[in-house]
């Protein structure tokens, strides 16, 4: 019985520590990867000057390095530097040219690629739950639109015959604005030194003249070392 009980007090000990935040004043480096779902609310693109295209939500790949120091049991503060691949994508559509043909446009997308640079402020709520909120700066290295066209014969029948996909490819770097600065907030739950968190991003910088801010939802896995 002494032995049950003196290995239940271990392994409640054990389970704390494995929750436990890092001791104050540690500093700790975390690698972390995950994936975006981004989108651009207000962003307004025309096909073919009077055919606006539908926006939808884009995934994308993140990644990257953050640093935290512990002031106290409950209060961290942390930089990262995190490549995001950002933008939306748009919904098929078919735009007709004459009443005997049609021009399909599929697969559009605008892809954005940030450096984003967020410092942020977290509060341990309970051992291994964190909310996290800060500021956030992105600096834009390459953006893009890109789509596939496809012609379409339609018949007096109304039988459709379709003509080779041709890739297409926008270059979007004088469209767009180099830096964003967007307001990040996250939950994070942390076990056993990984740490896994939800983060949402709103975008404050208008991006381009016909609108936009970016929108991004992450969802990232780190380690602390």
């Known amino acids: 019985m002494k032995r049950f009980v003196v290995f239940a007090i271990m392994a409640v000990c054990y389970g704390m520590s494995a929750f436990a935040q890092g001791a104050v004043g540690r500093l700790s480096v975390i690698p972390k990867v995950g994936v975006n779902v981004s989108n651009l609310p207000g962003e307004n693109i025309y096909y073919d000057t009077n055919m606006k295209m539908q926006r939808c939500a884009k995934g994308g790949f993140t990644g990257g390095l953050a640093l935290e120091y512990q002031i106290t049991k409950q209060v961290a503060v942390g930089i990262e530097a995190l490549y995001a691949d950002q933008g939306c994508k748009f919904k098929d559509f078919e735009y007709d040219i004459s009443k005997t043909s049609t021009k399909g446009v599929s697969s559009a997308k605008i892809k954005l690629q940030y450096v984003n640079v967020p410092l942020m402020a977290s509060y341990y709520i309970l051992d291994g739950f964190a909310v996290k909120a800060g500021v ?11 789509y596939n066209e496809q012609d379409i ?58 609108g936009g801010r970016n929108s991004v939802l992450s969802f990232t896995v780190g380690y602390r070392l």
């Open 136 to 146: 956030q700066m992105g600096f834009l290295l390459n953006s893009k639109l890109s």
């Open 153 to 210: 014969s339609i018949a007096n029948d109304g039988e459709r015959e379709y003509g080779n996909v041709t890739k297409k490819t926008t270059d979007y770097q004088d469209v767009y604005k180099k830096t964003d600065i967007a307001i990040p907030f996250a939950l994070s739950y942390e076990y056993m030194n990984v740490i896994i968190e939800a983060r949402y991003s709103y975008g404050l910088t208008k991006l381009a003249e016909q």
